[in-house]
């Protein structure tokens, strides 16, 4: 995961990696080994295993962990993103009745940023009004995900814009210091 920026700051979250038994605590279950960290803030994992665990010895459970994060690793290496953006014409989101909530349908949201009579954030996919719960609900289904935003004129938001990368010129930026 690459670093996340806060007030100025580079910011890292804390990622699991392959350990020896005395880097971790080992607690287990009928069927799964709970495996926390001793380092703070690196997240914990519940390794389901099965009924073979009661057999495993602790460095047994803790090879298949690293085994587990070695084949993440060869994955994630290989993997290539594409994102998918739904046809004009195309619902790009739907309702999701049991979540109650919008989910976007492919990975790319061609979006107008309006606001309502009281001044509070409308976003406008389709022929749907989101506010911004709504909306922001509908980002939690890519939790763990990064996003880009690229602003562009209403009657641009099927075209990706030519990209510059640079510093703002001061007179041009929106937000004042």
């Known amino acids: 995961m690459g670093a996340v920026a806060f007030a100025g700051r580079p910011m890292k979250r804390k990622e ?6 005395d880097e971790v605590m080992l607690t287990r279950g009928s069927d799964y080994a709970d ?22 010895s602790d460095e047994q459970i ?10 993440q690793a060869q994955l994630a290496a290989e993997y290539k993103h ?18 109650y909530q919008w989910c976007p349908r492919g990975g790319v949201l061609r979006c107008l940023i309006e606001d309502d009579e009281n001044g509070k954030l409308v976003v406008a996919i389709d022929d749907q009004e989101l506010s911004l719960e709504e909306f922001g609900r509908m980002l939690t289904t890519h939790a763990g995900w990064g996003m880009r935003i690229e602003f562009v004129p209403d009657d641009q938001l099927h075209r990706r814009p030519a990209l ?4 703002p010129d001061p007179d041009d930026e929106s937000a004042a210091d």
């Open 16 to 21: 699991r990696y392959i350990v020896r038994l």
């Open 35 to 56: 495996i926390e960290y001793k380092e703070p803030g690196v997240p914990g994992t519940r390794l389901q295993i099965g009924p073979q665990l009661s057999g495993m």
């Open 62 to 71: 803790i090879e298949l962990f690293n085994e587990t994060l070695r084949a």
């Open 82 to 99: 594409v994102a998918v953006e739904v046809p004009l014409g195309s619902p790009q989101i739907k309702y999701f009745a049991r979540g």
């Open 164 to 167: 510059e990368v640079r510093q």
